[in-house]
């Protein structure tokens, strides 16, 4: 398994339960590589001092998510050259038709209008590098990141169509519940970490009183009746996604919970229960983020692990291709 998270923002309730929370569930059952995507990062202007910072309390929130370091290779995306170098020859694969078409570029490119750089359209082609460096199955993303999975799997074709089996072609893995968390003020809109407008979202490392506040604005519907309908009710339905995701209980056993009792009291369940969620892991990083000595160490290891499995199949790549070896 492999998959990465850009650290353009604190990570959010979205990036926890549409990724990260899968990530560690499945950590016995699969080889893992998971990195922070600083590369990806700057496709949008970034403060350096924060990019740093982000990236560090990013590997420190995987850790305390439950990616222990020592089953699962933690690393950064810079860390490890060969994936500059595979999107470079990616890029000679993918077509700028159906770069065009890819979702995130057409809006973020509305929402940057005044820095619509080349990276940020040839940015799914450095993502297909970063899957296909390390030969996964799957690849574990919230639903917004399937089109770039598609994409991945379109070019890996073609490339082994080309060259032989080069790529192994892999499989989206996107949760059931959870895949897209909405905005607790614009249920229509993705919960996201980077966009300023966003009042409507939860980090990671929000206090319980933030978060509570949070819920209790939460944007609903004036029927007061607590049941899934994302079309009619898209505020009441994200809210009863996240407490699925969160408690494991399914939709009607939430409908019968909270039969006659109103939003308020559904909020404030909701809130409480994503506060007990977050706890520890607000605690952990916390912690871990005192120890850089140990996070330098996790990061060191992880980018040597890692890129020894690049290393391996960029060369393959590099001789296909028909460059001359070193
Ligand atoms: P990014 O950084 O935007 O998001 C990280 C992960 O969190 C998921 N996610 C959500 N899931 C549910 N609801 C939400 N509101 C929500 N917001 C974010 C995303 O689907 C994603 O899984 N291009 C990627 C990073 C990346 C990557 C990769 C991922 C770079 N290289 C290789 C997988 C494999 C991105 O921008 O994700």
């Not at 209980?249 to 308020?264: P, V």
Request: charged content about 25%; glycine content about 8%; overall charge neutral.
């Amino acid at each position: 398994m492999l998959s990465g998270i850009k650290p353009s923002g604190e990570l959010t309730l979205g990036s926890y339960l549409g990724a990260i929370k899968n990530w560690a569930e499945r950590a016995d059952q699969y080889d893992c590589y998971y990195f922070m995507a600083d590369l990806h990062a700057i496709t949008v202007r970034q403060k350096p001092a924060d990019l740093r910072r982000r990236t560090l309390e990013q590997l420190a929130q995987y850790i305390a998510c439950g990616l222990d370091p020592e089953r699962n290779t933690l690393f950064i995306q810079s860390h490890v050259p060969q994936h500059a170098e595979l999107g470079w020859v990616v890029n000679c694969y993918s077509m700028f038709g159906e770069l065009s078409r890819m979702t995130q570029f057409k809006d973020k490119s509305a929402k940057n209008a005044d820095n619509i750089n080349g990276g940020l359209f040839t940015y799914p082609a450095l993502m297909a590098a970063d899957i296909l460096l390390y030969q996964p199955d799957y690849v574990p993303v919230g639903e917004d990141q399937k089109q770039h999975v598609e994409l991945t799997r379109a070019v890996a074709r073609r490339f082994n169509g080309v060259y032989g089996d080069v790529f192994k072609i892999p499989e989206t893995f996107v949760p059931k519940v959870g895949a897209r968390i909405m905005s607790l003020t614009n249920p229509t809109a993705k919960m996201s970490k980077s966009e300023d407008e966003d009042a409507g979202r939860i980090a990671l490392m929000d206090k319980p009183e933030d978060i509570m506040r949070i819920f209790k604005r939460a944007v609903t519907d004036s029927e007061n009746s607590v049941r899934f309908d994302r079309e009619n009710k898209p505020g009441i339905s994200n809210l009863m996604t996240i407490y699925s995701a969160v408690t494991g209980k399914s939709y009607d056993e939430i409908t019968a919970e909270f039969d006659g009792k109103g939003y308020g009291a559904f909020k404030l369940a909701v809130g409480e229960s994503v506060v007990e969620m977050l706890r520890p892991i607000r605690e952990e990083s916390t912690r871990l983020l005192t120890d850089k000595g140990y996070l330098e160490s996790v990061y060191r290891a992880g980018a040597e692990k890692a890129g020894y499995m690049a290393n391996k199949t960029l060369r393959k790549v590099y001789k296909k291709v028909g460059f001359v070896p070193r």
